[in-house]
C-alpha cells in the first residue's frame, strides 16, 4: 500500500507558473509509470502527464510545450512544473500510480488560473 499526497497548487495569473509536488510513502523506484491528473468542474478526469522510470516522459496535446514532468527517486517524489499556464488549465490535479494490481490517488491539489 502507498499513500500519495500532493502540494504546490494555488491561485495564479494566465502566463504564470506553479510546480505540483507529489510525495509517496514507500520508495517509488520500482514503479514503472508517475501519473499527474486533472479534473476540471464539470468535466472527467483527463491524463496530464506521465513519467516513466526510465525517465521517458508523455504528455497530453493541450499541455505540451508548457507542461514538464520529472520524478526523484531518492525522494520519492514525482513534480509537474507548469509554464504558460491558461485558465483551462484550471482543474484538481491528481498524482496516481499502479502498483500491485491496485491504483493509488493523492487527495489532490487545486490549480486556478484566473486573473
Known amino acids: 500500500q502507498v499513500q500519495l499526497v500532493e502540494s504546490g497548487g494555488g491561485l495564479v495569473q494566465p502566463g504564470g507558473s506553479l510546480r505540483l509536488s507529489c510525495a509517496a510513502s514507500?520508495?517509488?523506484?520500482?514503479?514503472?509509470?508517475m501519473n499527474w491528473y486533472r479534473q476540471a468542474p464539470g468535466k472527467q478526469r483527463e491524463l496530464v502527464a506521465v513519467?516513466?522510470?526510465?525517465?521517458?516522459?508523455n504528455f497530453a496535446d493541450s499541455v505540451k510545450g508548457r507542461f514538464t514532468i520529472s520524478r526523484d527517486n531518492a525522494k520519492n517524489t514525482v513534480y509537474l512544473q507548469m509554464n504558460s499556464l491558461k485558465a483551462e488549465d484550471t482543474a484538481v490535479y491528481y498524482c496516481?500510480?499502479?502498483?500491485?494490481?491496485?491504483?493509488?490517488w493523492g487527495q489532490g491539489t487545486q490549480v486556478t488560473v484566473s486573473s
Open positions: 496516481n500510480i499502479f502498483l500491485d494490481g491496485h491504483d493509488y
Open positions: 514507500r520508495s517509488v523506484f520500482s514503479i514503472n509509470g
Open positions: 513519467v516513466f522510470s526510465g525517465g521517458r516522459t
